[in-house]
């Protein structure tokens, strides 16, 4: 079964607006962390944002943030005031805490920004 | 700042080649990882190492083979390439036994297999 879900493959959003990429999990573990990567066309993996399941508090980092509803196993991402340069994939991944030398990634949106 | 660094960032080879992927990182992490990335797939597990000379197979080991001789360094050999082959290829590295740290990326090798 698919550990996370990625239920858009592409997205479009206006400059300067906001836009959510969404992203479901399943897991059985209580200590789980969530991450999102960004992968601009050139090819390297950025890493964004975390989520730690424990966690109380919605992670935040700069234009960058994680709407994280644990009963619903959602973990999905904010970007505030979308530029130009956030035109990329988006990926969203799970550590687990029974099997945390791995990571699990989702199939990844496409998101472009349109000027 | 980590750094993962992968040896070639394009490579073309011919069916039936044996094939070298070379990654190295400079963060003392134990773990070492090789994907593969296609269109709609995502991220797919080849193979991890968590140790010199360990590895484990991940969800796609087949036609695949790693070596791990030094802690800074994770090989991904393709023994006998073939066209299904030809995808994106990703080497990761991260502490062990750390569920809060990211694995960190190096910049991919785009293979291709004519």
């Known amino acids: 079964a698919q550990k996370i879900t990625q239920t858009q493959p592409g997205m479009f959003v206006q400059e300067k607006e906001a836009v959510t990429l969404d992203c479901t999990y399943d897991?059985?573990?209580?200590?789980?962390?969530l991450f999102w990567y960004k992968q601009p066309s050139s090819g390297e993996m950025i890493f964004l944002i975390y989520?730690?399941?424990?966690?109380?508090q919605n992670a935040t980092e700069g234009r960058y943030s994680l709407n994280f509803q644990k009963a619903r196993k959602s973990a999905n991402l904010v970007i505030s005031a979308s530029q130009l340069g956030d035109s990329a994939m988006y990926f969203c991944?799970?550590?687990?805490?029974?099997?945390?030398?791995?990571?699990?990634f989702g199939a990844g949106t496409r998101l472009t920004v349109k000027p | 700042d980590v750094k993962v660094t992968q040896s070639s960032r394009y490579l073309v080879k011919r069916t039936g080649e044996k094939v070298f992927l070379e990654c190295v990182q400079d963060?003392?992490?134990?773990?070492m990882f090789w994907y593969r990335q296609d269109p709609g797939l995502g991220l797919r597990l080849i193979y991890f190492?968590?140790?010199?000379?360990?590895?484990e197979k991940g969800d796609i080991p087949e036609g695949y083979s790693v070596s791990r001789e030094k802690k800074e360094r994770f090989s991904l050999i393709l023994e006998s390439a073939s066209t299904n082959q030809t995808s994106m290829y990703l080497c990761?590295?991260?502490?062990?036994?750390?569920?809060?740290?990211?694995?960190?990326f190096g910049d991919g090798t785009r293979l291709s297999i004519l």
């Open positions: 991944a799970m550590r687990e805490g029974s099997n945390n030398n791995d990571m699990r």
């Open positions: 190492s968590y140790d010199v000379k360990m590895k």
């Open positions: 963060m003392d992490h134990e773990n």
């Open positions: 990761a590295s991260s502490f062990m036994d750390r569920v809060r740290q990211p694995q960190h």
């Open positions: 989520q730690g399941s424990y966690d109380e």
């Open positions: 897991t059985s573990d209580q200590s789980y962390g």
